[in-house]
């Protein structure tokens, strides 16, 4: 051809410096090359199925967080009432007296209604999931504490955990998990019922 025997561009896209090279979007004065004749077709092919697998990634990955997201409230909605279960039962057995705290009725108290709830066995500072539990991994109890003084106005109990709340074996790594800390206060009560 003539054109192309001088450099010129005479009816394809590219000239021969970019004819062997691949974009998903070549643009040409502001149009796509699909638009302009029918070599852009392999390209508009290739990024419909580029397309196609990150929006199946996009979903996967937004289904994990949010099944992350809805275990992660759930446990900490069952921490809260742990907490004030085991609160209000210690200041039950402290009735009578001038106690408001009570650690160690306090931690048992919220040791088996936690473990009730999550359905775990405890041991060791930590929360085995049963077989039915929705944990892929151990919930730890850092922490369970009496607190009073400083900026507390009232004496009480305070409790951290660490939950699991997405975990996989993955390739090359081994298993791996994401991990939230959670921490609670609850305030000692000495009522009488």
């Not at 996967?60 to 039962?89: K, P, Q």
Request: proline fraction near 4%.
């Amino acid at each position: 051809m003539r054109g192309e025997e001088n450099g010129e561009n005479t009816g394809s896209f590219f000239n021969n410096d970019y004819s062997n090279s691949r974009f998903f979007f070549r643009l040409f004065k502001g149009k796509f090359m699909v638009l302009r004749n029918n070599e852009g077709f392999i390209d508009l092919y290739a990024f419909s199925i580029f397309f196609i697998i990150l929006t199946i990634c996009f979903a996967t990955i937004a289904g994990i967080g949010f099944s992350g997201h809805r275990l992660a409230v759930m446990t900490y909605d069952w921490f809260e009432s742990s907490m004030n279960f085991s609160s209000a039962t210690a200041s039950m057995y402290s009735r009578g007296t001038s106690l408001m705290i009570n650690k160690p009725i306090a931690r048992e108290c919220f040791i088996k209604a936690f473990s009730r709830m999550t359905k775990t066995n405890y041991s060791n500072n930590a929360f085995t999931p049963k077989q039915n539990s929705p944990y892929p991994g151990k919930i730890i109890l850092k922490r369970f504490e009496v607190v009073s003084g400083y900026k507390i106005k009232k004496p009480g109990y305070i409790a951290k955990i660490e939950v699991p709340v997405i975990g996989a074996k993955l390739p090359f790594i081994g298993y791996q998990s994401i991990k939230v800390p959670m921490r609670y206060y609850t305030v000692g009560r000495n009522i009488e019922i």
